[in-house]
């Protein structure tokens, strides 16, 4: 089923031009990164992608987590094991989910095709957490269309409710971006959060809507909450989007692992 809805399966390597079907984006094909990112850009030691794969298997199989943070750089620089630089939102972690597991598997620059590639090789591994935290696709924008993302979303949940039934997924919309209301990677961010927000209508999917808090009145980033980039959070940001998410943890039944069903 999955594999008809990527259009590919997933697969351990990049898949083949000719093994991909004419019209599939590249948002839903499971493919590795290739990016070879610094210590500074929150990848420990200067380790490449692929070590940070590994780590995030690593913590996958480790004993059972409450939460397991599934994204990009604006997750990963939520902190915690394996993350060494780059985390501003570490002390907020800590207050907001005190005593819990977590697990952050974001790394750094990966779009929806990158994670999906993670999920089919171990990243899904190991116990079923609590609950899954979802936040992906902004680093999608400005290479493809909104659509696209959405559809590369939408197999991510796809994936984990095949593998992980009954298993509780907080979905975030892309973060508020841009420091304008009418600033275009804003715009597209906005279409896609449109598109994916029905997802959460379906079991055990809940929509954490993070998006207001993060702006002003007036429909600009509001102070203080972005760096000076207008993508990534400041430590009042993840203040910010960290209680929304622990507000919406709040609101879903605990999940049993032995049974795979909600208790």
């Given at each position: 089923?999955?594999?008809?809805?990527?259009?590919?399966?997933?697969?351990?390597?990049?898949?083949?031009?000719?093994?991909?079907?004419?019209?599939?984006?590249?948002?839903?094909?499971?493919?590795?990164?290739?990016?070879?990112?610094?210590?500074?850009?929150?990848?420990?030691?200067g380790?490449?992608?692929?070590?940070?794969?590994?780590?995030?298997?690593?913590?996958?199989?480790?004993?059972?987590?409450?939460l397991?943070?599934?994204?990009?750089?604006?997750?990963?620089?939520?902190?915690?094991?394996?993350?060494?630089?780059?985390?501003?939102g570490?002390?907020?972690?800590?207050?907001?989910?005190?005593?819990?597991?977590?697990?952050?598997?974001?790394?750094?620059?990966?779009?929806?095709?990158?994670?999906?590639?993670?999920?089919?090789?171990?990243a899904?591994?190991?116990?079923?957490?609590?609950?899954?935290?979802i936040?992906?696709?902004?680093?999608?924008?400005?290479?493809?269309?909104?659509?696209?993302?959405?559809?590369?979303i939408?197999?991510?949940?796809?994936?984990?409710?095949?593998?992980?039934?009954?298993?509780?997924?907080?979905?975030?919309?892309?973060?508020?971006?841009?420091?304008?209301?009418?600033?275009?990677?804003r715009?597209?961010?906005?279409?896609?959060?449109?598109?994916?927000?029905?997802?959460?209508?379906?079991?055990?999917?809940?929509?954490?809507p993070?998006?207001?808090?993060?702006?002003?009145?007036?429909?600009?980033l509001?102070?203080?909450?972005?760096?000076?980039?207008?993508?990534?959070?400041?430590?009042?940001?993840?203040?910010?989007?960290?209680?929304?998410?622990?507000?919406?943890?709040?609101?879903?039944?605990?999940?049993?692992?032995?049974?795979?069903?909600?208790?």
């Open positions: 089923m999955l594999a008809a809805i990527l259009g590919v399966g997933i697969q351990e390597k990049p898949a083949l031009e000719s093994e991909i079907a004419a019209g599939t984006p590249p948002t839903v094909v499971a493919t590795p990164s290739a990016e070879n990112r610094s210590a500074a850009a929150g990848w420990h030691d380790r490449d992608w692929m070590d940070q794969h590994s780590d995030c298997v690593k913590l996958a199989r480790a004993p059972r987590h409450d397991i943070l599934l994204g990009d750089s604006i997750t990963q620089s939520f902190g915690g094991e394996g993350r060494r630089t780059g985390q501003p570490r002390d907020v972690l800590r207050e907001l989910f005190p005593g819990l597991r977590i697990a952050n598997m974001g790394i750094s620059g990966d779009r929806t095709q990158h994670l999906l590639w993670r999920l089919g090789n171990g899904l591994d190991g116990p079923a957490p609590g609950a899954y935290v936040a992906i696709g902004t680093n999608n924008i400005g290479h493809d269309r909104p659509h696209d993302i959405e559809k590369g939408e197999c991510i949940i796809g994936l984990i409710r095949e593998k992980r039934p009954g298993t509780p997924i907080l979905l975030c919309p892309i973060l508020p971006r841009g420091h304008l209301a009418n600033d275009p990677a715009i597209a961010a906005q279409l896609v959060n449109e598109g994916i927000q029905g997802l959460a209508r379906e079991p055990d999917t809940y929509w954490v993070c998006w207001e808090p993060l702006l002003d009145a007036e429909g600009g509001h102070k203080g909450c972005h760096r000076s980039d207008g993508i990534h959070l400041t430590e009042h940001g993840y203040q910010l989007w960290g209680r929304v998410i622990s507000d919406s943890r709040s609101g879903i039944p605990a999940h049993s692992p032995e049974s795979g069903s909600l208790e």
